[in-house]
Every structure is written in C-alpha cells, then in structure tokens.
C-alpha cells in the first residue's frame, strides 16, 4: 500500500520554462511535506518542505503548493535550469513518527538547454 | 563541514556472506535512519535509533541487523544476504525536532550499493 505516489516517472522541460512535478498521498495523518533531490551517486539533499498548516511555500525558484483536499502537492521549479536536472523524491511525515518518512518513487527531471 | 558519511560507497558480498554497511555523522544528532532503496523504487525505512533506543520498521525482515554503539556511528548488518537484497542502502540522521514531528528534515549519506552475488 504505496501511501505517497509520485506518479510521473520523467519530466523533460525546456531551460527557462516552469517544471511542476506532482505528488498524491493517502494518509490523511500525515502533516508534514518535504522535496528532496536527488543527483547521481549522492544522497538525497532537502530542498524545500512545507507545513500541513500552510498551502504554499516559497523559497527562491522553487514553490511548493499543497492542497489537503485533494491530497496532492506539487513542487514549481521557474525558471528550470540544466542544473536542476535530477531525481525528485516526495516525502511525508506524520506528527508522533519518529520523524518517520515515506517516500515517493520519485520522478527524474531532465531541463534541456 | 557537518555531514553523513557512509562506508564503503559500493559493496559486493556474494550470496549468504554476511555483509556490515557503516554510517558516521558529524552533526551531532540524536537520531540515525536506515533506508533501503531498490531501483527505481521509493526509498523505505527499515529502523532507526533515537539514541541508544531500537526501532525497527514492522516489516523489516530478521536478516537485518543494526548497532548503534555510540552517537556518531551506526551499522547496518545483513546477516545472510539475498539477491534480494540488492539496493542502495541509504543512512539519515535528524534531531529532536524532528523526531517529535516539529518539521525540519532528515540528512542523508551518499548511500552504499549493495551487490549480491
């Protein structure tokens, strides 16, 4: 039972243009929502997250936008750069988890010049 | 600079040869996370400490260990190791905050391959 789906493998999107990745999740405990991304080779690196509390948050090029009744967020990359090309993993925490997070399958960004 | 650090970054064992992945952390933290990720899969959880205190993920299989002597290292034992269990092995920490689910984030290692023969 896969509680966070990112549901789109890939995304290809051009320099300068907007990338909106999306996430859907099930759990209606969960409270907290972050962005990781991911390079080759590395660990996943904290990107941006946000708040159950909230329904967006801002930081720089990236925005990410939750809409509890939907259960979906989505993270606004404007404007893409080649360098953001990389694997974008969604994740969830709920409040009393031991900072437990469950993942998304995540979803490979690819910005061409 | 702080940061997670893991041992070795790739790691071939062959079938049943028991295999030990480490992870060391500078920042100090109270808690340390062990994932597990198969290609093109979602990373999952399968224990972490808060301090000296064990949680294991309830489908977690037997065949992994882990120990935690002191704050700044944690291990990862896989006692028999399958084809199976063939993935990148990722290590995070957090701090208090975050364990109580005052947001935050968790910091992860560059992650070990694992490669079973």
């Known amino acids: 039972d896969q509680q966070v789906k990112q549901n789109s493998p890939s995304l290809s999107v051009q320099e300068g243009r907007i990338s909106i990745l999306n996430c859907d999740y099930t759990n209606s405990m969960f409270d907290y929502f972050l962005w990781y991304k991911k390079y080759p080779a590395e660990g996943p690196t904290f990107l941006i997250s946000i708040s159950s509390i909230k329904d967006k948050n801002e930081d720089g090029r990236f925005t990410v936008f939750l809409n509890k009744s939907a259960k979906h967020l989505s993270l606004h990359i404007v404007p893409s750069q080649p360098g953001d090309s990389a694997v974008y993993f969604c994740a969830a925490s709920a409040n009393n988890q031991g900072g437990k997070l469950i993942f998304g399958q995540g979803t490979e960004l690819s910005v061409k010049p | 600079d702080a940061m997670v650090i893991q041992n070795p970054r790739y790691q071939v064992t062959q079938f049943g040869k028991p295999v030990t992945l480490s992870c060391s952390q500078t920042l100090n933290h109270n808690v340390m996370y062990w994932y597990q990720q198969k290609s093109s899969q979602a990373p999952k959880l399968l224990f972490h400490?808060?301090?000296?205190?064990?949680?294991n993920e309830a489908d977690t299989p037997d065949n992994f260990q882990s120990r935690r002597p002191n704050t700044s290292f944690c291990f990862l034992d896989i006692r028999s190791p399958g084809l199976g269990d063939a993935a990148m092995y990722l290590c995070?920490?957090?701090?208090?905050?975050?364990?109580?689910?005052?947001?935050?984030?968790?910091?992860f290692g560059p992650g070990t391959r694992l490669l079973v023969l």
């Open positions: 400490y808060y301090d000296k205190d064990f949680n």
């Open positions: 995070a920490t957090s701090g208090l905050a975050t364990y109580r689910g005052k947001g935050e984030t968790q910091y």
